[in-house]
């Protein structure tokens, strides 16, 4: 889990290079790790949009079935693919994921947010935004995803 989450402080910080040696190296170590597997799919997904590459664009799109195949109890599998289809603008894919996501993992504050910006982005539906990320609040007091959010919003509003 270290791993995981030094190689997203790397994504922070650009420096996508070495957070995708990282996440190779971590699913070489333990390729049935499915945060690590899942998290490496998503820095390759970001590689290839910022270098146009459609090819391997594909062939991470594969990579993420691959990945809710292999590990279909792992929420974040569901929820990182639904970011990249919702990045595609492939809203109505995404809300499909973001449930299952949320089916797999009930108690995910994360889930609900993202699932609210989803709903933000794709049609512009405020009050259902609020209610996904009040949904997350009453799960987990202490989401602060949940309260930026929510903040922007009224702030927007």
């Not at 062939?59 to 970011?83: D, G, H, N, W």
């Not at 949320?102 to 504050?109: Q, Y």
């Not at 049609?123 to 949940?146: H, Y």
């Amino acid at each position: 889990m270290t791993v995981s989450l030094c190689t997203q402080v790397l994504l922070l910080m650009e420096k996508v290079d070495e957070a995708i040696s990282d996440f190779n190296k971590a699913v070489s170590i333990n390729p049935n790790f499915p945060i690590a597997y899942v998290q490496k799919c998503y820095t390759d997904y970001r590689h290839a949009f910022t270098t146009r590459d459609m090819e391997k664009m594909q062939e991470v799109m594969r990579a993420f079935q691959s990945a809710i195949e292999r590990f279909p109890k792992c929420s974040e599998c569901y929820t990182l693919f639904a970011q990249v289809l919702s990045d595609q603008q492939e809203y109505e894919k995404a809300d499909k994921y973001f449930k299952k996501a949320i089916e797999v993992d009930p108690e995910n504050a994360t889930v609900f947010v993202h699932r609210g910006l989803l709903h933000l982005q794709w049609n512009g539906d405020v009050p259902k935004a609020i209610e996904l990320i009040s949904q997350a609040l009453e799960l987990d007091k202490k989401c602060e995803f949940g309260y930026e959010t929510l903040g922007t919003i009224e702030v927007q509003r």
